[in-house]
């Protein structure tokens, strides 16, 4: 803990989803602002924020968990005469709300992921809490809660970004879903879709470039539903978005995640193969390859829209690597539905995937549906789902050896000398080079190929290697 009168210092910990890393920036950048600095663990820390995840109770749980950890630290520290402010963030904060605070008395702040641009208020309202509790005197009700979902938008009450991590930057575009997938928590902890204006998406934008981004991925729950205000007050599509952020001089790359198959318009089709910063890889959750369980998943698609749009996409950039979502033993899936699922991977082939089995989660409508797949066959099915992934995903790197490809170094290896970047269809590369390389697009030969990597070889020009060695 810091001494008295000493800098006040915040420790964050993030669980899940990109969406997440890119609020727990935003909610250090508000933190620095008050004066924090960031704190290397909890143990140093004044102030430690869980910025949680609810999409599954595995996620869920992890919280109540480190929870208990924290209270430990707090118990210590108070009876030096110290103390430690505990805030839980995000979606566990958001549906579960007072139930944390009676389950773990520690907690003195629960903000839901549309509120947190008002910590600061509820900062200042907990050590209010904490003066009265110094004093000896009762306090009323537990910890300091907000959960709204706020009328007016966080975006407009927080600092500009501060977060570029080695050339590489997040920017929230979307938020919120109103599709109710049967499944899934996020309509619920994250409200109704919102999509920021264009303006401050195009200022935030240029605002990272300058501060050293030359790759940006746009973030949203459903980030290909886009359709922010324009200044003469049209809507923009995620593809016209796209098309004007690729002006930005300096800017290499874009991404763009999560998208759901039935808003993948044929203008963002043709953005793909006509925008050349934009990078052939596209993160497309489809959960199931059953027609039967997409219906009771209320996905609205069938398995052929997802083979189309792949076929499509491919049509128009011929290199589009895909990456998708699997959900097996839904409420009702048979031997015959998961059969389909993995018919349709061979069909489409992934250069990435993740798969889950279901998660019973409450409030949404497939907690109630009959016919709950056993533990043990949602366990079989997704050991044999993650073979065939997995076995793709490594043809699918070994397919890019031999060839020398543009590759963003993000950080330094575990071995000393060590690099480890991402190509343009977001495979790991680990190469030997130089540290100042880190946050730079790098000419790298693909030696070897893995299950989740690549090995590679830098492959800069003999006077452009002198001027990075200078
Ligand atoms: N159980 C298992 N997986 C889930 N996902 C969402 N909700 C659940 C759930 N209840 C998965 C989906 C989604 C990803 C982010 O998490 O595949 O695309
Ligand atoms: Fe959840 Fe479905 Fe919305 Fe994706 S589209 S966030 S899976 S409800």
């Known amino acids: 803990m810091t001494a008295q009168g000493a800098q006040r210092q915040v420790f964050i910990r993030t669980y899940g989803c990109q969406m997440n890393v890119y609020d727990s920036d935003r909610m250090a950048d508000l933190l620095l602002r008050l004066g924090y600095a960031l704190a290397p663990s909890p143990e140093q820390a004044d102030l430690v924020v869980l910025n949680t995840c609810h999409i599954r109770e595995h996620a869920s749980e992890k919280v109540y968990s480190e929870l208990g950890r924290l209270r430990d630290i707090k118990v210590e520290r108070r009876s030096t005469g110290g103390d430690l402010t505990i805030a839980v963030a995000g979606c566990v904060a958001q549906a579960e709300g007072g139930e944390i605070a009676k389950r773990q008395p520690a907690v003195d702040i629960l903000v839901g992921p549309q509120a947190y641009h008002r910590l600061p208020q509820l900062l200042a309202e907990a050590e209010r809490r904490a003066a009265i509790r110094k004093a000896g005197k009762r306090l009323p009700g537990a910890g300091v809660l907000d959960t709204e979902f706020p009328v007016e938008s966080k975006f407009d009450h927080l600092p500009a970004p501060h977060g570029v ?273 880190v946050g730079q697009i790098v000419e790298t030969r693909l030696v070897e190929g893995h299950a989740n990597s690549l090995a590679g070889e830098i492959a800069l020009q003999p006077e452009r290697a002198r001027e990075a060695a200078a």
């Open 165 to 437: 991590r080695a050339g590489s930057a997040f920017l929230s575009i979307q938020e919120g879903c109103d599709k109710f997938c049967t499944f899934c928590v996020v309509p619920y902890t994250r409200g109704a879709e919102y999509s920021r204006p264009v303006a401050p998406v195009l200022a935030e934008a240029r605002q990272l470039v300058a501060a050293g981004a030359i790759e940006i991925t746009l973030l949203g729950q459903n980030v290909n539903a886009y359709h922010g205000e324009a200044d003469d007050g049209s809507a923009w599509s995620l593809a016209r978005l796209i098309r004007a952020l690729a002006e930005i001089d300096g800017l290499a790359r874009l991404r763009y995640t999560t998208s759901h198959p039935r808003d993948v318009g044929d203008d963002l089709i043709a953005v793909h193969g006509e925008v050349p910063v934009l990078m052939p890889y596209l993160h497309l959750p489809v959960q199931s390859g059953s027609d039967r369980i997409l219906e009771a998943m209320n996905r609205r698609h069938g398995r052929d829209l997802f083979r189309r749009l792949a076929d499509r996409l491919r049509e128009v950039r011929p290199d589009m690597a895909l990456s998708s979502d699997f959900i097996v033993g839904f409420p009702g899936e048979r031997d015959a539905d998961f059969d389909d699922t993995m018919r349709l991977i061979e069909e489409v082939c992934l250069a990435s995937a993740f798969s889950f089995k279901y998660s019973r989660r409450p409030g949404t409508p497939g907690w109630a549906m009959a016919d709950q797949v056993p533990e043990n066959v949602k366990a079989a099915r997704l050991a044999a789902m993650q073979a065939l992934l997995g076995r793709q995903a490594h043809n699918f790197n070994l397919s890019k050896v031999g060839e020398t490809v543009p590759v963003l170094y993000a950080e330094a290896g575990r071995r000393p000398g060590q690099i480890v970047g991402k190509t343009p269809w977001l495979q790991s590369v680990y190469a030997e080079g130089l540290g100042r390389m």
